[in-house]
T-cell receptor, first 106, second 112 residues
Framework: GQSLEQPSEVTAVEGAIVQINCTYQTSGFYGLSWYQQHDGGAPTFLSYNALDGLEETGRFSSFLSRSDSYGYLLLQELQMKDSASYFCALGGKSTFGDGTTLTVKP | NAGVTQTPKFQVLKTGQSMTLQCAQDMNHEYMSWYRQDPGMGLRLIHYSVGAGITDQGEVPNGYNVSRSTTEDFPLRLLSAAPSQTSVYFC???????????FGPGTRLTVL
């Protein structure tokens, strides 16, 4: 099967940089995705890594190391609106982690 | 484009009742899926479909049925509702299932 682990909570201040880690176990790898979900809302896609390395999309970047079964989401220049839950997810059987709640403080 | 739409937004059922959650997408995506999300948890895959006429079970399929007669629609049926099925249900679609998934707004279901 597939499983993912990520921290349950992260707190940072406005303007800072925060990294959300994700480790995973899977027998077959079909990519690692990241989604953002605001309270009461639907998940929205942020980033996807199929190969090792860094993918950058504006203030958000995602990194993958397949040899370490590890990835992270990097959020730069944090804004209050970035307060949300962030999920890593494996392709294949579409398995999601339990999410990391990010709180951005002024 | 409306994207992925779901109806109803809210629903309250009594134990033993049946109902169908509707999901539709207008992006011509082949892959559609249903998830449930319990408080403080991630999304768990219930059923998915790789195209019209083809469905398969996900991680938590018991108590749910699906069918896919058209590319656009992917309804989820609760056969006999139980309190354990109280959750938020999200429908999603994508081209291949390995790429970006687009989620509907969700259906908040309470089973009494």
């Amino acid at each position: 099967g597939q499983s993912l682990e990520q921290p349950s909570e992260v707190t940072a201040v406005e303007g800072a940089i925060v990294q959300i880690n994700c480790t995973y176990q899977t027998s077959g790898f079909y990519g690692l995705s990241w989604y953002q979900q605001h309270d009461g809302g639907a998940p929205t896609f942020l980033s996807y890594n199929a190969l090792d390395g860094l993918e950058e999309t504006g203030r958000f970047s995602s990194f993958l190391s397949r040899s370490d079964s590890y990835g992270y989401l990097l959020l730069q220049e944090l804004q209050m609106k970035d307060s949300a839950s962030y999920f890593c997810a494996l392709g294949g059987k579409s398995t999601f982690g339990d999410g990391t709640t990010l709180t951005v403080k002024p | 484009n409306a994207g992925v739409t779901q109806t109803p937004k809210f629903q309250v059922l009594k134990t033993g009742q049946s109902m169908t959650l509707q999901c539709a997408q207008d992006m011509n995506h082949e892959y559609m899926s249903w998830y449930r999300q319990d408080p403080g948890m991630g999304l768990r895959l219930i059923h998915y479909s790789v195209g019209a006429g083809i469905t398969d079970q996900g991680e938590v399929p018991n108590g749910y049925n699906v069918s896919r007669s058209t590319t656009e629609d992917f309804p989820l049926r609760l056969l006999s509702a139980a309190p354990s099925q109280t959750s938020v249900y999200f429908c999603a679609s994508s081209w291949t299932g390995q790429d970006t998934q687009y989620f509907g707004p969700g259906t908040r279901l309470t089973v009494l």
